[in-house]
């Protein structure tokens, strides 16, 4: 349960990531943030320790609280994840940033599954294929269960950091599917990309590859699924921007 300095930081951050506060600003003063948010001064200044301990503002006696630029915040902080997530605004470049990340890490662990799957991995990964193929209709439990198809993978490679690091991205991985399902929408030439046959057996390809331990191959189906959501999103910002 959320404390009060808690919430507070909540309300703040999220009015600066959806640029209602925006970089640069300086926020109110702590009485006036205090009769606004109804709390007491102690609250406040606990929230805005909150805020600065994630680099998203910066205090000072003589120029107040400052708004910092989008490039000093702790993006990989739990709570700055979520918030940039849930925005409904900007978020297009953020989940295409994402998909870059993406880029940079599953291929390796794709890689790294078909070579260090042990028979538990494989058949946690069969149980998460089998759920893919079981929710091909339906939108978000397809996302989920892409999630989960992808955690699998990279869990079966047994790197630590790449696992922590995707179950840190999960709230953020799993809208981004939503979305980028909603974007084919918009992009005809992209519809073969939605939760059907086609693209089941793509993931069909992908977990076949690891179960028989073939590593080059992992890799460049993961390669070629992430290429898709990426050109997926350039095309939807590119619509955005016209």
């Not at 992808?150 to 953020?172: F, V």
């Not at 076949?208 to 390669?223: P, Y």
Request: proline fraction near 2%.
């Amino acid at each position: 349960m959320q404390n009060r300095s808690d919430e507070i930081v909540g309300k703040i951050g999220r009015k600066i990531v959806s640029g209602s506060i925006r970089s640069g600003e300086t926020l109110p003063r702590m009485e006036d943030l205090g009769k606004e948010y109804g709390v007491s001064r102690t609250v406040i200044r606990e929230a805005l320790q909150g805020l600065s301990a994630r680099k998203i503002i910066r205090s000072n006696k003589r120029s107040g609280t400052i708004v910092l630029p989008r490039n000093d915040w702790q993006w990989w902080d739990l709570d700055v994840m979520t918030w940039i997530s849930d925005h409904q605004g900007e978020d297009g470049e953020f989940f295409l940033d994402m998909t870059h990340v993406r880029l940079g890490i599953e291929p390796i662990a794709a890689g790294l599954a078909a070579k260090n799957a042990t028979e538990q991995d494989k058949e946690n990964l069969t149980i998460c294929f089998r759920n893919l193929e079981n929710t091909i209709d339906d939108t978000k439990e397809w996302a989920k269960a892409d999630y989960e198809f992808h955690l699998k993978i990279i869990e079966a490679s047994h790197n630590s950091l790449m696992i922590s690091l995707l179950k840190l991205l999960h709230k953020g991985l799993i809208i981004s599917r939503e979305k980028s399902i909603t974007a084919l929408n918009s992009n005809p030439e992209l519809q073969q990309d939605k939760p059907t046959s086609e693209v089941l057996k793509r993931h069909e390809e992908l977990y076949n590859a690891i179960i028989t331990g073939d590593e080059e191959n992992s890799r460049i189906v993961m390669t070629n699924m992430i290429l898709r959501v990426q050109l997926l999103f350039e095309k939807t910002l590119l619509h955005q921007k016209n």
